[in-house]
T-cell receptor, first 114, second 113 residues
Framework: NAGVTQTPKFQVLKTGQSMTLQCAQDMNHEYMSWYRQDPGMGLRLIHY???????DQGEVPNGYNVSRSTTEDFPLRLLSAAPSQTSVYFC?????????????FGPGTRLTVT | GNSVTQMEGPVTLSEEAFLTINCTYTATGYPSLFWYVQYPGEGLQLLLKATKADDKGSNKGFEATYRKETTSFHLEKGSVQVSDSAVYFC????????????FGSGTQLTVLP
C-alpha cells in the first residue's frame, strides 16, 4: 500500500493563478479531507468528503473547490491564488467519519503564493 | 468554541531524558482526545487516544491520561530517543466525528544524542 499520496511536494504560484493539489489513497477509504497548517496554528479543515460524489465544507473553505469522482482521488483546487493561501496542505483519509477511525495523512504540499 | 492549547516549543532534550508535552483543552462537553506525531517529511500519524475521563492512551512508550478535572491530556515518555524527534499535535473531537477534529498548534521536539 502506498497509503495517502500528495503531489506536488512544493509549489510556488503568483497571485491570481490557479492550480490543483492532488491527493490519492489506495486503502478504499470512504472519508477524505483537506487541511491547511499555518505557523502557530493547528490544522484547519478546508473540505471533506464522505464518499464518491459527496463533498462538504469545513472550517476554512473560501477560495478552494473540491470534487470526489472516485473513491481514490480527492483533488483540491485553488481558483485564484492569494498570498493568504500560503500554507502547508495535508490530505487525510480514514475508513469512516468517526474520529475513532484512524486518519492517515499524506506528506503534505508546501505552497507559496507571491 | 472548542480549542486545544499546547506548550510552546521547540523542546530540546538529551537522549534518555523524561518528556512531558502539556496539552489542555476547552470544550463544551466531553471530547475524545488524541495525540498525533509528524516525523520530518511525513504526514501526521495517530500516536494514541482516549475517549473518556481517566482513560490512559499508550503507544511506543508514550502515555497520556484524560484528566477531566484539569481538562488536560499531557503527553509523557520516560526515556526519549533520537528517533522521537518530531512535531507532536494534541487534538480533540466533541462529536466523535473526524469532521470536527480540533488541533493544537503542535510542539517541535528535538532529541540530541
Amino acid at each position: 500500500n502506498a497509503g495517502v499520496t500528495q503531489t506536488p511536494k512544493f509549489q510556488v504560484l503568483k497571485t491570481g493563478q490557479s492550480m490543483t493539489l492532488q491527493c490519492a489513497q489506495d486503502m478504499n477509504h470512504e472519508y477524505m479531507s483537506w487541511y491547511r497548517q499555518d505557523p502557530g496554528m493547528g490544522l484547519r479543515l478546508i473540505h471533506y468528503s464522505v464518499g464518491a460524489g459527496i463533498t462538504d465544507q469545513g472550517e476554512v473553505p473560501n477560495g478552494y473547490n473540491v470534487s470526489r469522482s472516485t473513491t481514490e482521488d480527492f483533488p483540491l483546487r485553488l481558483l485564484s491564488a492569494a498570498p493568504s493561501q500560503t500554507s502547508v496542505y495535508f490530505c487525510a483519509s480514514s475508513y469512516g467519519l468517526r474520529a475513532s477511525y484512524e486518519q492517515y495523512f499524506g506528506p503534505g504540499t508546501r505552497l507559496t503564493v507571491t | 468554541g472548542n480549542s486545544v492549547t499546547q506548550m510552546e516549543g521547540p523542546v530540546t532534550l538529551s537522549e534518555e531524558a523524561f518528556l512531558t508535552i502539556n496539552c489542555t483543552y476547552t470544550a463544551t462537553g466531553y471530547p475524545s482526545l488524541f495525540w498525533y506525531v509528524q516525523y520530518p517529511g511525513e504526514g501526521l500519524q495517530l500516536l494514541l487516544k482516549a475517549t473518556k475521563a481517566d482513560d490512559k492512551g499508550s503507544n511506543k512508550g508514550f502515555e497520556a491520561t484524560y484528566r477531566k478535572e484539569t481538562t488536560s491530556f499531557h503527553l509523557e515518555k520516560g526515556s526519549v530517543q533520537v528517533s522521537d524527534s518530531a512535531v507532536y499535535f494534541c487534538a480533540l473531537t466533541l462529536t466523535g466525528s473526524a469532521r470536527q477534529l480540533t488541533f493544537g498548534s503542535g510542539t517541535q521536539l528535538t532529541v540530541l544524542p
